[in-house]
């Protein structure tokens, strides 16, 4: 009687399961480039921003600013998921930030790209 | 007689029907993954299409709104005025203007310059090599006592200087180093191209349309003019006087996605 020398079933689950595990890296591959997408846009879109917000603070030379600021902030509601922006120090220095997503961060000390990120920069009105 | 017995060696109907299942079963789940994989391969390309695009918008309208009325060496005024005696003209009321269609139209002089390397005759200059000048170029010559614009006529390069003869004389003599320069007239403005979707198109001195970037769904553009007590975002209609406009508040929409920039006049 002849030995049958073909793969087992339990040789094919094994089988089945490291290439299940090495599609579902694949998927994980694509879920990833879009979160990176997307935090490049929230990173660039909240740069803008910052800038939007120099350029009329440089302008104003920060004179009646309150109701720039409120705009700014609905600005930055509608353009980020929970965005919110903040300025601080006093005349003639000033850092402008621009934070979102959940986390409740209140000062952005460095650049931070992500789902939940910030950026700042610094300006003087001169 | 005795009978030989043969042991069977090939797949059942159960084996093939099983491996046929769960080879369905791979292909599907294959199949599935590379349509995804496709999917999303082309949001990533549209996205960057976009991006792409909007920089485009945002970086065209930039650079030219910071250099809207530069001249060179004289600063633009109320008080200068720049001396022509052809259809066009660059003032301190038409460096920008945007008008209710939604175009933009800008005038500068164009960088680099190039400077008058031997005394100015009144009707040929001779200038360094720094840019390249054609004939029926609209040429701005300025010190920074005055400004004039010219047109050439004939242009001869040489290796370190070009000799330009203009057609009309200019009315005032300038030594090195004044400046030459071609003045820039752009248009900026959008272009219906499928349904809601407009071309975002520049309409050059000599009325060349170029197009700079597609898929553009809206360009809205505001001018900060100063009231009593603060700067004011307004559309062009409520300008009333253009050279009181400091910045352009621009607000470009692509898709669903939205992209902002503020940029001040003369901030180059």
Not at chain 2, 11 to 26: E, K, Y
Not at chain 2, 159 to 172: E, S
Request: charged residues 20%; neutral net charge; contains cysteine.
């Amino acid at each position: 009687m002849k030995t049958q020398s073909g793969i087992s079933l339990f040789e094919f689950m094994i089988c089945l399961l490291l290439m299940s595990a090495s599609l579902l890296g694949i998927d994980m591959l694509h879920v990833t480039s879009v979160q990176a997408a997307r935090a490049t846009l929230y990173f660039n879109t909240a740069m803008q921003q910052t800038d939007v917000m120099i350029n009329r603070m440089l302008l104003s030379r920060c004179e009646n600013m309150t109701d720039i600021f409120n705009q700014w902030n609905d600005e930055n509601k509608a353009l980020l998921p929970r965005g919110r922006g903040a300025i601080a120090g006093t005349y003639p220095d000033y850092i402008v930030s621009v934070f979102w997503g959940g986390e409740k961060v209140v000062e952005c000390t460095l650049n931070h790209p992500g789902a939940n990120g910030c950026v700042r920069q610094h300006v003087r009105i001169i | 007689m005795m009978r030989s017995k043969r042991v069977c060696s090939g797949l059942m109907l159960t084996d093939v029907m099983l491996a046929i299942i769960l080879s369905l079963l791979l292909l599907s789940i294959l199949f599935e993954l590379y349509l995804a994989a496709h999917k999303s391969l082309k949001q990533q390309h549209d996205f960057l299409d976009m991006q792409d695009n909007a920089a485009a918008v945002i970086n065209a309208l930039s650079n030219e709104i910071r250099e809207a009325g530069y001249i060179g060496c004289p600063r633009l005024d109320d008080n200068f005025h720049v001396i022509s005696h052809l259809p066009w003209i660059i003032s301190q009321t038409n460096r920008l203007v945007g008008t209710e269609a939604g175009e933009l139209t800008v005038r500068h002089a164009g960088q680099p310059v190039s400077l008058i390397s031997l005394s100015a005759d009144h009707d040929v200059i001779t200038t360094d090599n720094s840019r390249h000048f054609s004939g029926s170029d609209v040429l701005l010559v300025s010190d920074c006592k005055h400004a004039e614009l010219v047109i050439a006529e004939k242009v001869n390069a040489g290796k370190k200087t070009q000799k330009i003869k203009l057609a009309q004389a200019l009315q005032y003599a300038y030594e090195p180093p004044a400046e030459v320069s071609k003045l820039i007239q752009n248009t900026f403005y959008l272009a219906r191209k499928k349904g809601d979707v407009y071309s975002f198109m520049l309409r050059d001195i000599n009325g060349i349309s170029h197009e700079l970037a597609a898929g553009i769904s809206s360009l809205n553009l505001l001018y900060s003019v100063k009231t009593t007590n603060a700067w004011k975002d307004t559309p062009a209609k409520n300008v009333m006087n253009w050279s009181e406009v400091s910045a352009v508040a621009i607000d470009l929409q692509i898709q669903d996605k939205t992209w902002r920039a503020y940029v001040r006049l003369g901030s180059l």
